[in-house]
């Protein structure tokens, strides 16, 4: 299992990036596949998940339900996370990560997974 995050970058406060995460090894109609991101100094936080295997469930974290929206491209394994009015508390390095459980969902945010791709960085200047 490998994953590959790319996308991050500098961006002012209000623009809009793209993050992608290109599974390889896998197949993502098996797996719940997100996006988690680490701020300096700060723990880690679970931003969104994805479940094709779910009817194609997503969940958000608080902290980005309405601005960021997670999708997977069709019949790729590749997942993206569309960023919109971006705030400068969203500056961290941006991880994607998948597991087979548990479903997508606050556990998923939170659980301890198995496979993670290196991080992409994201400033938000303001």
């Known amino acids: 299992v490998q994953l590959q995050a790319s996308g991050g970058g500098l961006v002012q406060a209000g623009g809009s990036l793209r993050l992608s995460c290109a599974a390889s090894?896998?197949?993502?109609?098996?797996?719940?596949i997100g996006w988690f991101r680490q701020a300096p100094g700060k723990e880690r936080e679970g931003v969104s998940c994805?479940?094709?295997?779910?009817?194609?469930?997503?969940y958000y974290a608080d902290s980005v339900k309405g601005r960021f929206t997670i999708s997977r491209a069709d019949a790729k394994n590749t997942v993206y996370l569309q960023m919109n009015s971006l705030k400068s508390e969203d500056t961290a390095v941006y991880f994607c990560?998948?597991?087979?459980?548990?479903?997508?969902?606050?556990?998923?945010?939170?659980?301890?997974?198995?496979?993670w791709g290196q991080g992409t960085l994201v400033t938000v200047s303001s």
């Open positions: 994805f479940s094709s295997r779910w009817g194609g469930r997503q």
């Open positions: 090894g896998f197949n993502l109609d098996y797996y719940v």
């Open positions: 990560a998948a597991d087979l459980w548990p479903p997508c969902g606050s556990s998923w945010l939170t659980a301890n997974l198995t496979s």
